[in-house]
């Protein structure tokens, strides 16, 4: 049996990033179930970076995040706009006095304007909107790939196609056992996305009650020169973001769904186009690709992230939801200080984020 300091489960970008910033002075093994990484919700993800996006905590960790991200030069501007329709208003001027204070480039726009800034609106389809001129597309592959090749760098190893199926403690160290192997570490790290709380079972943990939320996107053709700003109906109902001469489209879909390989919704696809042709003139008539994967909330959509409460040494780090990208390398740091037994890094606390908001003891 391989001796490791911790073994970290799940290879998307959760799993990789905290198995990057522990291998800085840990022995790391990181297990993945499928054959290649990234192949659940990180490699379905819509890449974008929205500081005025998620509640408190979510956005503190998006705030600290943005100098990492820009260091490693993964961004690249697309602004997002925010619409409210007809009775809206009050719900997107809501949403600017939430998110103002940590994101204040937001601006507040009346239908006219947000016409101008997006000349895909439909004349007098938005009654108000907010516009978030820094925000940014993110390049996840190059961004799950830094921190792959940073993990083996710093010595850590990768295991594929090792679904962990059994575990159990003897004399301080788990035995983790995947694929007919077994690998012993005091510290094992559940990053398994929309499997966090079966991983949590095989550990003898009690779930913190999860839930996986399905959420479909398309391609559809779009018009010559069509660019941002990224279009998001306030009220969820649909989004679409220019990308390379098509648009990417969402119903924003939420559909519980059991962990597994998400397919995409094709009646939420019918009623996303409804609305986005009501509201903008793409006029989309036929879909290029569609897909789906699992966002995967705790109840107060907050992360999850510190040691079980009953399980010696398995430490909790899920329920990233729609933001696991964007807060990522914030992320990381904290989950790996809190291994480490240290405090949440000064410049994400003096954020605003307490280890007890994202404590998987909150929940119960
Ligand atoms: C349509 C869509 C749009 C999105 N847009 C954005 C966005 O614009 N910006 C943003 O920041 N986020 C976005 N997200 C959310 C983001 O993609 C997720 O928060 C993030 O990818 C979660 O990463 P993860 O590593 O926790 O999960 P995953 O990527 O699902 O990784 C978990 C891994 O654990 C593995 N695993 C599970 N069980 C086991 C086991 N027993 N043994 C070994 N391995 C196991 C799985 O195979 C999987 O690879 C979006 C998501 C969707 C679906």
Known sequence: MAGFDVIVIGGGMAGVSIGYELAADRR?????????????????????????????????????????????????????????????????????????TLAPTVQLLDGAQAERVQPLLQHGAVEAALLEPDAEEIDVHALHQHYLRGLRERGGSVRTTAAVESARLRSGEWQVSAADETWTAPVVVNAAGAWADDVAAVFGARPVGLQALRRTAFIADAPPGVSGPLIADV??????????????????????????????????????????????????????????????????????????????????????????????????????????????????AALGLSAAAIAPTRTR
Request: aromatic content about 8%; glycine content about 10%.
């Open 235 to 348: 009220d969820d109902a649909f989004y679409v973001k220019p990308e390379r001469g098509r648009v990417l489209c969402s119903p924003a879909d939420e559909t519980p769904q059991p962990p597994g390989d998400a397919r995409a919704d094709e009646l939420e696809i019918a009623r996303a186009i409804e609305v986005i042709n009501e509201v903008t003139t793409l006029d989309v008539q036929h879909v290029r690709s569609r897909w789906a994967g699992l966002r995967t909330f705790a109840a107060d959509r907050s992360p999850v992230v510190g040691f079980d409460d009953t399980q010696p040494g398995f430490f909790w780090f899920a329920g990233q939801g729609g933001y696991g990208i964007q807060l990522a390398p914030a992320l990381a740091r904290t989950g790996a200080a809190l291994v480490r037994g240290e405090s949440v890094p000064s410049d994400v």
């Open 28 to 100: 790391v093994l990181l297990l993945e179930m499928e054959q290649t990484l990234a192949f659940h919700t990180t490699g379905r993800s819509a890449a974008m970076f929205l500081e005025s996006y998620g509640g408190p905590a979510v956005r503190a960790l998006t705030v600290a995040s943005r100098s990492f991200l820009e260091s490693l030069d993964v961004l690249a501007p697309l602004p997002m706009l925010y619409i409210g329709r007809a009775g809206r208003g009050p719900a997107v001027r809501a949403l600017h006095d939430a998110v103002c």
